[in-house]
Every structure is written in structure tokens, then in C-alpha cells.
């Protein structure tokens, strides 16, 4: 999306030097954005990834626009030091923001219920689909496992109910992105699951990976927005993902919604997706538009030319 706005826009994209999420990685990202803003007179400051906590320091110099992608980070944990001091860096600083946006309506009711938005100007823009991810012919060998792509491993993945779903079938293989703890490999071995296992991909080989499924399964729990749902789309790929939001309302009418606690549910949805495979295709395909990188980066245009009054 930077590309697209760059064509319109004049942009500086700022890096951060600290990557974690310790006190000294904190200072030198506040550092490092005050002397960018100190040197260069911009028209306003928009925080695109997780460091809310930035607009505590940028407020009271220029208006500063907070992109949220999720706050799971908060709401799946019990109370503790920790959690209370993640709420103050990155959810009480929110409101700080000129204004913020949401990737879903799902992050923006879990922040509604943690901070009074009321007063804060907000709305929902959407994350838009990498354009790199074109509509790509699927290779078959018509003797072969049908190939399940699954991203990610975390607890909020639902990688175990996958397994569930397919044991004792050597119809599939199951591919899967993201490192394996001790649990879900013995789980895969008890369940005779046939699967290969990647991780620590770069963006292409993420992409490639898309390229050499069948369909796509993400049945997760839990999501700010869900990106393999339309990065799936917008390959050409079934998409089987949770009927719960925002998955659901990212998926629209273009993938097979399943109920992500039930293994059954699930396994049915792979059959619905092999069964009229090319619906789902052009279903998805039809999906995605919505997301496409200019129709956002318009919405982000337009907003950026509202509060800098151009």
C-alpha cells in the first residue's frame, strides 16, 4: 500500500530500531520518531503497526493517525503486572490518536469496551491483499494427497481440531507454516496425520506456498482480520475459516464457513471445497475486490487530506 499512496502522496516510511518489547527498545523508538518529526516538518504521523504507545510523545506536536490490528494481546490473558502495563502502552495510549482506525469491527468493539471512543474519531478501513498475490492456475497430480495449507501454530490457530478433522485420512496432507511445539508434533504422529512442516519463510516463499496448495484451511479462534483468508482468495484457492468475526465477515460469501470446535464441522468443509472447488474459486475471487490496494489506499487518502484540511 505504501507503493500506491507514494504514487500520490509525498511519504516517509520510518523504520524502528528497537524490535522488542523492552524498556530500552521502547526508548529508542520514541527517540528515533522525535528526531524524524524534529528534522522533518511532516503533516501528520501515522503509526501503521503495533506502537501505540508513540502517540503519547506525538500528540501535542502534529495530528497522528493509530492503525489497531488486534488487541488479543490483552483480552486472552488473566489480569497480572504485565498485562496492565501492555494496557497502558498499547491500549490507554490509543487514546492519544487524532484519530484511529480498525481492521475489523471485531478490534474496534474489544477497544470500545477498554477505552471510551466516544471522543476519539474512528472508523473501520480494512487491511488491503498484497497486489503480488495474483490469481495463480493450481498444479494437480490427480494421484496426489489434496493439499491443506495451514498458517500459523499459536493456540488462537486451532492447528489440534485440524488434526482432529483429519485423522486417519491419507486423502489429505496437511502443509503447515509456523513452528510446531512438542504437543502438536506427537499429536500429528498419534493421529497417522500426513503433514510437512516450514517456518521462518520470507513473504515470497509465504506466497509460494499458496501457489503449491489445493485449499486453504483457517478454522482459528481468534483474529484481528485474518490476511490468509483473502491471501488465499486472491491465489485462486478454496478457503475453509470460522464461522466466528471477523473471519466471517472477511470471508463474506467467498469461503466455507465451518465451526472452528468442532473437528467434524471442519473435515465437512475440506469435502465442500474439493466437492465444487471451482464455485469456491470464483467465490473467493469475487471477495477479495473488496480488499483490493487501491480501494484502500483511497479510503487512507482521503482521510489523510481530512485532518491535514488539503
Known amino acids: 500500500m505504501e507503493e500506491e499512496l507514494q504514487s500520490q502522496i509525498e511519504i516517509d516510511c520510518l523504520y524502528l530500531p528497537g524490535t522488542g518489547a523492552g524498556i530500552g527498545d521502547l526508548f529508542q523508538n520514541v527517540k528515533a520518531v522525535l528526531k524524524a518529526i524534529k528534522e522533518t516538518r511532516y503533516d501528520l504521523v501515522h503509526i501503521t503497526g503495533g506502537d501505540h504507545y508513540l502517540g503519547y510523545f506525538i500528540r ?48 474496534q468493539q474489544e477497544v470500545s469496551k477498554k477505552i471510551d471512543l466516544s471522543k476519539i474519531p474512528h472508523e473501520v478501513i480494512t487491511n488491503p491483499v498484497d497486489p503480488s498475490f495474483q490469481k495463480t492456475p493450481r498444479i494437480r497430480d490427480v494421484h496426489a494427497a489434496v493439499r491443506l495449507l495451514h498458517i500459523g501454530t499459536g493456540p488462537n490457530k486451532n492447528l489440534e481440531n485440524t488434526i482432529f478433522a483429519l485423522r486417519g485420512s491419507d486423502k489429505y496432507e496437511l502443509r503447515i507454516v509456523g513452528k510446531l511445539s512438542l504437543e502438536q508434533e506427537a499429536l500429528l504422529k498419534e493421529s497417522h496425520t500426513r503433514y510437512s512442516n516450514v517456518y521462518n519463510l520470507s513473504d515470497e516463499e509465504i506466497r509460494q506456498e499458496y501457489i503449491r496448495c489445493d485449499l486453504v484451511t483457517f478454522p482459528s479462534f481468534y483474529e484481528g482480520f485474518g490476511m490468509p483468508i483473502i491471501e488465499g482468495q486472491a491465489i485462486g484457492r478454496p478457503v475453509v475459516t470460522s464461522s466466528l468475526s471477523p473471519m466471517k465477515e472477511v470471508a463474506g460469501r467467498g469461503a466455507i464457513l465451518v465451526d472452528p470446535y468442532n473437528p467434524e464441522s471442519i473435515k465437512e468443509g475440506y469435502r465442500e471445497a474439493m466437492k465444487r472447488y471451482d464455485y469456491w474459486v470464483l467465490a473467493g475471487l469475487k471477495n477479495m475486490e473488496r480488499f483490493n490496494v487501491r480501494t484502500i489506499s483511497s479510503l487512507y487518502l482521503n482521510l489523510y487530506k481530512r485532518l491535514t484540511n488539503e
Open 60 to 107: 501535542k506536536r502534529q495530528p497522528v493517525v493509530i492503525t489497531v490490528h488486534d488487541i488479543g494481546f490483552y483480552v486472552n490473558h488473566k489480569p497480572s503486572i504485565k498485562i496492565f502495563l501492555k494496557y497502558i502502552l498499547w491500549i490507554r495510549s490509543l487514546g492519544y490518536a487524532s484519530y484511529l482506525t480498525f481492521i475489523s469491527s471485531k478490534t
